[in-house]
């Protein structure tokens, strides 16, 4: 073994991923306090919803104008680890930051986990130039810049770095890629966490079933469910995308009319519940039983403000889904009611991202170790049930690639 290589490695990204997890976990606290106050400010005053076509006419414009490949959003990530072709923009920080913070504040449904993400990517990125990278350690830089990103958003850092590892390096996994990983993630959480003082918010499940063979064979079929409202979700999101670019020519014009759409909805609904992140709700699902069409709604307005043009990320919705989707199978599973809030909140997020390991990890981190038995399973049977499809249409799937749908 060369331990003159191993020690430059060590050394090189000991500073890389510091300098990572600086950028994405700061990037990713003044996002959170951004958003918590834009949702504070959009629930006191509901009637900025009645401008959410101009706000998405602002956001599609400045896309327009000056976005450029920005506009693929986290694809543009995985264009780039594949093929190394162009940096990513450093335009892209600001412009899917202001952009997701402006959809929560006129009200569209969105996440955050795309903007904190592609945060934390292209500032990662611009580390490339400045140290002048090669092209197998710029991979390195973007894997840890997606893990800084999710891991400081979430409060997850052992997921976010899974995450980053599997969503990334689907088929061609490198040992290189985990130490860069990691470390950037534990860093940017402590960052956001401990030295900005930003938290997140405590789901708990209180009850688990004990490990019976009827209990673990219940897991069965609530996976599958799972796995089909993940694929659904994505498909749903593609569907509007499709919609939106093949009858609107003009870019600016799309999220105007889906803000109106958006913003008729909530006029005729009377219900703000479905707006933003949907965090309340997902606490909710957590605690109460709840109506069994939350997860059904949620998906559809998501699928419509992301396929419209406005910014923001898919895992929250999905959350929301996953969550309230287990909330409804309450009545029909004879598993506790948390139990199956949380199996569906990273269920549903595993099936859509095709990440089970991440979503399991994540799934420990956010509930405790003792629901892991019932977390995992449901995310690998949901992961093998959502077909070849997910919500990131450049991600190579590997194996998945032969699966009938």
């Known amino acids: 073994m ?8 060590f050394l090189l990204w000991l500073v890389l991923g510091l300098l ?15 958003l918590d106050w834009a949702t504070n400010f959009r629930e006191e005053h509901l009637l900025v919803i009645a401008l959410l076509p101009l706000g998405g006419w602002i956001i599609g414009w400045t896309y327009y104008k000056i976005g450029q490949n920005s506009v693929k959003g986290n694809n543009l990530l995985l264009d780039e680890l594949y093929q190394t072709k162009n940096p990513i923009p450093l335009r892209m920080t600001p412009l899917v930051l202001f952009g997701t913070i402006f959809t929560h504040f006129f009200g569209g449904s969105a996440g955050r986990e795309g903007t904190a993400v592609q945060m934390g990517g292209s500032l990662a990125d ?36 899974i995450f980053a590892l599997e ?20 860093v940017a959480h402590w960052v956001c966490e401990s030295l900005w003082g930003v938290g997140h918010t405590i789901y708990q499940i209180p009850e688990v079933a004990t490990h019976t063979l009827m209990n673990l064979l219940w897991i069965i079929p609530a996976g599958i469910v799972f796995g089909l409202s993940g694929r659904l979700f994505a498909e749903t999101s593609h569907f509007f995308s499709k919609v939106f670019s093949q009858t609107i020519s003009y870019p600016p014009l799309r999220p105007f009319i889906g803000g109106l759409l958006i913003a008729l909805f909530v006029w005729i609904s009377g219900s703000t519940t479905y707006l933003g992140l949907g965090v309340p709700r997902i606490v909710e699902a957590f605690e109460t039983p709840l109506p069994w069409y939350d997860w059904l709604a949620k998906t559809g307005l998501t699928g419509f403000t992301l396929g419209a043009g406005f910014k923001g990320g898919e ?3 999905l959350f929301f889904t996953g969550a ?7 009545g029909l599973i004879p598993l506790p009611l948390a139990l199956l809030a949380g199996m569906g909140f990273v269920a549903v997020f595993s099936g859509a991202t095709n990440t089970p390991m991440a979503c399991t990890v994540m799934g420990i981190e956010l509930f405790g170790y003792e629901s892991g038995i019932f977390l995992a ?21 590997g194996w998945k690639k032969a699966w009938p749908y």
């Open 126 to 161: 611009q580390l490339t130039k400045w140290f002048k990278l090669e092209s197998a350690d710029r991979r390195l830089i973007l894997i840890s810049g997606v893990s800084g990103g999710f891991a400081s958003v979430f409060g997850t850092p052992l997921a976010g770095a």
């Open 20 to 34: 990572v997890g600086l950028l994405s976990g700061s990037a990713s606290a003044f996002f959170l306090v951004a």
């Open 167 to 186: 969503w990334m390096h689907t088929g061609h996994f490198r040992w290189k890629s985990i130490f860069p990983a990691f470390w950037a993630g534990l």
């Open 377 to 397: 399973i449901a995310c690998f049977i949901a992961y093998i049930f959502s077909g070849k499809g997910g919500i990131y249409t450049s991600q190579e799937l």
């Open 324 to 330: 309230t989707l287990g909330n409804a199978l309450h």
């Open 2 to 9: 060369d331990y003159s290589k191993l020690l430059k490695y």
């Open 315 to 317: 895992v929250t919705p």
